[in-house]
Structures are given as C-alpha cells and as structure tokens.
C-alpha cells in the first residue's frame, strides 16, 4: 500500500513561512501528479498547488506568489514553501498523488495531514 507523510506543519505568526513536506513510499512504479490541498474547519478541501512529473505547476489565485510547490522525483519527496503566510491559511493541508505501483496499475492517493495555524 502507498503511504504518504506529510511533515512541517506548526503554528507561526502572520507573515511568517513554513515549508511543508510529503514523503510518497511503498510499492511505488512512479508518480505523475503531486498536489497539496487544504481544509478549514467547516469548509470543503481545496487546491493549493499541484505540479505534475514534467515540472508544470498550477497554483490556486489565493496562493499565487506566496507560496511555491516543488518536488524531488529521486526522493518522491514533494515540497511546500509557504510565505507571507496569512490567517485565512490557516487550514490541515494534505498531500495528493497519482501513483503507478505496476506499469498497468494507477491510483490515487492521500496523506493524514498536517495542521497550519496561522495566528498573532
């Protein structure tokens, strides 16, 4: 079974930074896309940020040069830069992927979360 472990999550002041990672492993073949996603409490889980296995990132208009998505496909490590950080950021992020486990097999997968808090 994939797992994916998201770390870096706390609580930090407005306008701070945190950098948010998400480790894929386990009967991994390769991974196509990659995203963060997050949820505030009483409120639906929404895009942040993807990025696919080309490079290509897509980012939701909340985020857009604050935050930076990245990814190291040797480790199958995918990462968040998170800057200028607000109160509305405040929210669990979770990490996605698109994972194939054989050549034929595909699957998409979640990590638990990591909480942010953003607050004074």
């Known amino acids: 079974q994939v797992q994916l472990v998201e770390s870096g999550g706390g609580s930090v002041r407005p306008g701070g930074s945190l950098t948010l990672s998400c480790v894929a492993s386990?009967?991994?073949?390769?991974?196509?896309?990659m995203g963060w996603y997050r949820q505030a409490p009483g409120k639906q889980r929404d895009l942040v940020a993807t990025m696919n296995s080309g490079g290509s990132t897509n980012y939701a208009d909340s985020v857009k040069g604050r935050f930076t998505i990245s990814r190291d496909n040797a480790k199958n490590t995918m990462y968040l830069q998170m800057n200028s950080l607000k109160p509305e950021d405040t929210a669990v992020y979770y990490c996605?992927?698109?994972?194939?486990?054989?050549?034929?097999?595909?699957?998409?997968?979640w990590g638990q979360g990591t909480q942010v808090i953003v607050s004074s």
């Open positions: 386990r009967n991994i073949f390769s991974i196509s896309t």
């Open positions: 996605n992927a698109d994972v194939r486990t054989t050549l034929y097999s595909r699957s998409n997968y």
